[in-house]
């Protein structure tokens, strides 16, 4: 679906009276990615959330990175358009079973993923995200015990990479995590030369036989400058625009999480629609609020992650 013009304009007028921007996920519906002032992976957007001259961040992503952007400006009002918006991943970790688990390692150092709630990111020493979470892991020293959370695939990946044990939490993504390796077979068979692609929230068994492993931005710059010209791509649907956009002779062919669906489509990011901007814009919510002392607590390990990600 692709944007009205009407609409775009409303919303165009409305950013500029209020001094808005919006932010956008790779995995929003197309006609926001469109209509977005900056589209990004989860890294990209924090930056940006950070550093921009707005009153106002309309985040079109889940609720982790509206949070996320409140955390690193909280003078500025955040309004996340649908508060539906979610993330399984971020809801497998509750802050009071995590607290539980983080005290049985006294002496470990808690690395977060960065889809989490600010609770989760207070409790931690550092956030990462899936285009950092190797220099990240890296920072601390190779005696250092760690915990990751609260992605188990992503976590067992960077285990295997940096060769640390670091204790896992057990949380999934709902979409990554129900692709298969025979779906990717299949398709593998199908389509010879074609190289696999993966996000590193998909399955241990995926991310062994992919080609390329890497975040949203990672996987993007990844078709751009390949030679090839058919990709299989394991990851959730809506990044697919952007890889058509940048690269429109090449093909990308997504992995389907079942082979009569295209349920890869994220329930939560898909949440967003241009009315439910407009709606956002126009009645200013829904606004992110979190307590002081919340922030202040979240605010030190993903500013720590932030000032190794320069
Ligand atoms: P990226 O940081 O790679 O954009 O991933 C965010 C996400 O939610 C993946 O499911
Ligand atoms: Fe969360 Fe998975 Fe959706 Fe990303 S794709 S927002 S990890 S549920």
Same mark, same amino acid.
């Given at each position: 679906m692709y944007l009205n013009k %009407? %609409? !775009? %304009?409303k919303i165009h007028e *409305?950013?500029? /009276?209020? @001094?808005?921007? +919006? *932010?956008?996920?790779?995995y929003m519906i197309p006609e926001i990615q469109d209509l977005a002032d900056y589209i990004g992976d989860s890294l990209e957007l924090a930056k940006i959330s950070q550093k921009n001259? &707005?009153? +106002?961040?309309?985040f079109c992503g889940v609720?982790?990175? !509206?949070e996320t952007a409140k955390i690193l400006s909280p003078e500025k009002k955040v309004l996340l358009p649908d508060l539906e918006a979610g993330c399984s991943l971020a809801d497998s970790c509750p802050p009071g079973d995590f607290k539980k688990f983080k005290e049985k390692y006294p002496d470990h150092k808690v690395i977060s993923y960065i889809? $989490? #709630? &600010? /609770? +989760? %990111? &207070? *409790? #931690?020493?550092?956030? $990462?995200?899936s285009s950092n979470a190797v220099d990240i892991v890296n920072s601390f020293d190779k005696d250092q015990k760690l915990i990751f959370a609260p992605d188990k695939? *992503?976590?067992? =990946?960077?285990? @295997?990479i940096t060769g640390r044990d670091m204790i896992l939490w057990d949380g999934t993504c709902e979409v990554h995590d129900l692709l298969t390796v025979e779906t990717i077979l299949k398709l593998k068979n199908k389509y010879k030369d074609a190289p696999v692609i993966a996000h590193p929230e998909c399955k241990a068994q995926i991310l062994a036989m992919a080609d390329f492993v890497g975040s949203t931005s990672k996987l993007l710059k990844y078709t751009q400058e390949s030679e090839k010209n058919m990709f299989i791509v394991a990851t959730e649907t809506g990044i697919i625009h952007q890889m058509k956009k940048y690269s429109p002779h090449? /093909?990308?062919?997504?992995v389907p999480s079942d082979e009569n669906c295209m349920c890869n489509d994220c329930? =939560?990011?898909? /949440? +967003?629609t241009s009315d439910k901007v407009l709606k956002s814009l126009e009645e200013e919510k829904y606004n992110i609020e979190l307590d002081d002392e919340l922030i202040k607590k979240a605010y030190m390990p993903v500013k720590k992650m932030l000032d190794l990600s320069k």
């Open positions: %009407k %609409k !775009a %304009k *409305l950013k500029k /009276e209020k @001094n808005a921007i +919006i *932010l956008a996920h790779f001259d &707005a009153d +106002i961040i309309v609720h982790f990175m !509206a889809n $989490c #709630s &600010a /609770e +989760i %990111k &207070a *409790l #931690s020493d550092i956030i $990462c995200t695939n *992503l976590g067992g =990946y960077i285990n @295997n090449k /093909e990308f062919i997504i329930p =939560y990011m898909k /949440e +967003i």
